[in-house]
């Protein structure tokens, strides 16, 4: 860890049940049905070019492990408007392992990741399976390489998922957003859709789902597995498209207050969005 790398307080501490755990005897069935829905797509090679193959895929998971996915089924990515296709960058805050699959289970896309996550146990490989473009944290030398591919893959029309914050907070509400993956959204001239990942259980909030601090992967998914009455909710929010004169500090912090539950302000400014007035400051770029 360097000065450079977003850093959480969160603990596994921070991780607990808000409701009675299951039987353990269900939680092992449920383990060992994730183990079998994620080596079965491991098996079945399913890639982006299906995307309805991806989607019910991530769906089996959060089915296996008793997670309920609730929200719209809309997509998150934005129709074209008659010109060159473009993707969308998609921003959601980062809670947990499992916002990979609820994201996917509604809108599947390439994502970009700490490269730890390519090492992970099954959800690894699954997380390559689907294009993931994997970001060196402890390298700045590196952040502008990764903010040109994922220009690139928008202005191929491919969408991109991106978790700004860096790093994983207990609950939504953690943490600001980076600034640099946004450069990407404007220089492909993209829309950027803010994405809140909530976690409930029974109903409540919940930070029982929480991979935070030095949390194993394993211990992770024993806890998820015995949380009982656990939903995860996608939520998009209105999507935000720089124009003239929005840089990418104003993006992001438009788009942090949107999924944070804030309104990220739409005037018009040019063909794009005007952001609040007190977002509009000239300032060094992160």
């Not at 990741?113 to 473009?133: F, I, N, S, Y």
Request: glycine residues 12%.
């Amino acid at each position: 860890m360097n000065a450079w790398s977003p850093r959480s307080p969160c603990t596994p501490g921070c991780a607990v049940h808000g409701a009675p755990p299951v039987r353990a005897s269900d939680a092992a069935l449920r383990c060992l049905n994730f183990l079998l829905a994620a080596g079965g797509s491991l098996l079945a090679g399913d890639s982006l070019d299906r995307p309805d193959a991806v989607r019910n895929r991530a769906r089996r998971l959060l089915d296996a492990l008793g997670v309920r996915l609730e929200g719209d089924d809309s997509p998150l990515s934005l129709p074209g408007d008659g010109g060159p296709p473009v993707g969308t960058l998609i921003v959601a805050d980062h809670v947990s392992w499992l916002d990979v699959p609820a994201l996917l289970a509604r809108e599947p896309a390439s994502l970009v990741a700490k490269r730890e996550v390519g090492h992970w146990p099954l959800v690894g490989r699954l997380a390559r399976r689907a294009g993931t473009c994997f970001l060196e944290r402890e390298s700045p030398r590196a952040l502008p390489g990764a903010v040109a591919a994922v220009r690139d893959r928008l202005l191929a029309g491919q969408s991109v998922i991106v978790f700004p914050q860096g790093t994983t907070w207990c609950t939504e509400a953690g943490g600001s957003y980076r600034r640099a993956m946004f450069q990407s959204a404007i220089d492909a001239g993209a829309p950027v859709r803010p994405v809140t990942v909530s976690y409930r259980q029974h109903g409540v909030p919940s930070t029982v789902a929480a991979f935070v601090g030095d949390d194993s992967f394993v211990g992770s998914l024993r806890r998820v597995a015995r949380a009982g009455g656990l939903a995860v909710r996608v939520e998009a929010h209105e999507a935000l498209r720089p124009g003239a004169g929005v840089d990418r500090r104003m993006l992001a912090a438009a788009a942090r207050r949107a999924s944070s539950g804030g309104a990220p302000g739409a005037a018009a400014h040019g063909a794009g969005v005007r952001l609040p007035r007190s977002t509009e400051v000239s300032g060094r770029h992160a």
